[in-house]
């Protein structure tokens, strides 16, 4: 690939950008995002003792290692959703997998449903480019219904659960599924800055169409970029418990309930220079290019943050 120091001044001249002094702080941050912390693959024992695999391309794991594969989907997806306190009183639910990778969130959902509704149909649409091989099982009492939903894969019914997945790169793929109104959104990709084609202010919007007004989206994440493109978007947002880290994830609905933000993630939200969305208008820019045109868009906040101090400064000096 393109040096990056060249890739970066090739976009800001494009964005009208003078990077001036400004070059080596940005680059810093571009290169913090950009490293691949575990580029192996493989299987791993995650801190509950359920497993995962790692994704060499992202150099991350598919779930949390310190909150544990299940514990993940359980809490972190399942319990925020909201879907156990729909379940009892409805005949069908769908769902909206977005990065199905090892069938986790949907395995630990259909069993939880199934639980409190025995007779309630689950319909999912799953949306990823690459499953991949190898899958270790869930642990009980998730095994039976995880391995009857992988041997679903890619379309398939069973017993009031219908599966269709929808392979390839979402950008794309979300545009073809016709007809399908979720009541929640799993929006589990990689990590917002290893993996930002997934969660730009134009992916989230495809999203938004394939929600009901009343249903909930559920992110393990609570990065400023992702809330703000949300935000922007009109949802309401809350935040959910943290598991295994110290950060929780995140909520979101445009009519349905979902709780609030603290006051100081309110803060975050509306002030800091890095609360502006991914941006990738044509859904097709290169992931490097969307981090880079981030970067910049932050540069500019910050410019413009403490010109105003400075005249605020002058003001106070000269009265
Ligand atoms: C963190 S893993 C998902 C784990 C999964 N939800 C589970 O419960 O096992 C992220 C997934 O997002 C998928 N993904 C990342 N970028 C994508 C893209 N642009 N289009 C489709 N899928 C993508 C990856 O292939 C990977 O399977």
């Not at 990077?19 to 801190?47: A, F, M, N, Q, S």
């Not at 999203?207 to 949802?235: H, I, M, N, Q």
Request: glycine share 8%; charged share 30%.
């Amino acid at each position: 690939m393109q040096d990056l120091r060249e890739r970066l001044s090739e976009r800001a001249l494009l964005k009208g950008v003078e990077l001036g002094k400004d070059e080596e702080r940005v680059l810093r941050d571009l290169r913090r995002w950009l490293r691949r912390d575990i580029p192996c693959k493989g299987t791993v024992r995650t801190e509950d003792g359920s497993y995962t695999l790692i994704d060499p391309e992202h150099g991350e794991p598919y779930h949390s290692l310190t909150a544990g594969a299940l514990t993940e989907s359980l809490e972190k997806f399942f319990k925020p959703s909201g879907l156990s306190e729909i379940a009892p009183f409805r005949e069908r639910i769908a769902i909206l997998d977005v990065g199905f990778g090892l069938g986790y969130n949907t395995a630990v959902a259909v069993y939880e449903l199934r639980k409190l509704n025995r007779k309630v149909r689950v319909e999912v649409i799953a949306l990823d480019k690459n499953v991949p091989e190898n899958i270790p099982d869930l642990p009980e009492p998730y095994t039976a219904v995880h391995r009857k939903i992988m041997g679903l894969l890619p379309e398939g019914e069973s017993d009031g659960v219908s599966v269709k997945l929808y392979e390839g790169d979402m950008r794309k793929t979300l545009k073809a599924v016709r007809n399908f109104r979720a009541d929640v959104i799993f929006h589990d990709p990689f990590s917002p800055y290893r993996n930002p084609e997934a969660w730009s202010l134009e992916l989230l919007g495809l999203v938004k169409k394939l929600l009901r007004e009343d249903g909930v989206w559920v992110s393990y994440t609570s990065s400023l970029p992702v809330r703000r493109a949300l935000y922007e978007l009109g949802f309401k947002l809350g935040s959910t418990p943290s598991v295994g880290r110290k950060r929780g994830g995140t909520v979101a609905s445009i009519k349905g309930c979902v709780g609030e933000l603290t006051t100081k993630e309110r803060l975050k939200l509306l002030n800091s220079p890095y609360s502006v969305p991914l941006r990738d208008p044509g859904l097709d820019l290169h992931p490097t290019d969307i981090l880079i045109d981030y970067r910049l868009s932050v540069l500019l906040r910050e410019r413009a943050v403490s010109s105003e101090r400075r005249r605020e400064l002058s003001q106070i000096r000269s009265s």
